[in-house]
């Protein structure tokens, strides 16, 4: 289907993005997807880990689930260079839509929300990514430019 944001374990490393707090019914329901989806679909281990929210208020780290990719999982791609991995997701889509705008929104969300975070290896990507779209996207008028 496509590449997707993988979390390796790796310690001492530190990962920015998103917690969703759920409460009542929705907990039930949520870990059931999500352990369809990720733990027995796809070939993830779940783990508890310290949140830190950016919130001024608050005091302490809250705990987390997070799933975990491991190998085994069937879909695993593992380690490339950014221009491979850039080349994967032009081809890709799954039932969500095209890895492009995967890739493109990601990119765009840790600019937006975490700025401080310096994640060379997503920027790389998109980097790679954008460079070879022109490539793909030709029409006569744009040859005869060129």
Known sequence: PGRVVTLLEERGACTWGVAYEVRGEQIAA???YLNMREAVLGGYD???VKFHPQEKDAEEPILALVYIATPQNPSYLGPA????????IIVSSG???HNIEYLLRLADFMRYFCPQAEDTHLFSIEEALISILPCLYYTEESLEET
């Open 95 to 97: 039932c969500a839509g």
């Open 30 to 32: 949520s870990l059931e």
């Open 81 to 88: 260079s950014e221009e491979d991995i850039a080349a994967q």
């Open 46 to 48: 779940t783990k508890l």
